[in-house]
Nanobody, 118 residues
Framework: QVHLVESGGGLVQAGGSLRLSCAAS????????MGWYRQAPGKERELVAL???????NYADSVKGRFTISRDNTKNTVYLQMSSLKPEDTAVYYC????????????WGQGTQVTVSS
């Protein structure tokens, strides 16, 4: 079991930047992958970025070149650096951690709101 707490969301103008943080209640080194999803009003939750233990990353096409995911296992924290933000990035952003294995549980944070004004 792990408790994930996101922070860093807020209101920003288009073209601006934000850095989201996801702090875990225990060591994250075994979670594979960890990452971020988002859900806009009236839409399904979608993948934003994932990072595996070895450092491999996977980004949604819509955020490639603008968002960067990183993880600091010493601080039990995952980050999402978001730049060149667009109004369509407005959503609730959720941190996730997957226990390895097909039957391994996947954990979610409570989400943090990101609003990008035009």
């Amino acid at each position: 079991q792990v408790h994930l707490v996101e922070s860093g969301g807020g209101l920003v103008q288009a073209g601006g930047s934000l850095r989201l943080s996801c702090a875990a209640s225990r060591s994250i080194y075994r979670f594979n992958p960890m990452g971020w999803y988002r859900q806009a009003p009236g839409k399904e939750r979608e993948l934003v970025a994932l990072m595996a233990i070895g450092g491999n990353t996977n980004y949604a096409d819509s955020v490639k070149g603008r968002f960067t995911i990183s993880r600091d296992n010493t601080k039990n924290t995952v980050y999402l650096q978001m730049s060149s933000l667009k109004p369509e990035d407005t959503a609730v952003y959720y941190c996730t951690a997957k226990t390895p294995g097909a039957l391994g549980p996947q954990y979610w944070g409570q989400g943090t709101q990101v609003t990008v004004s035009s």
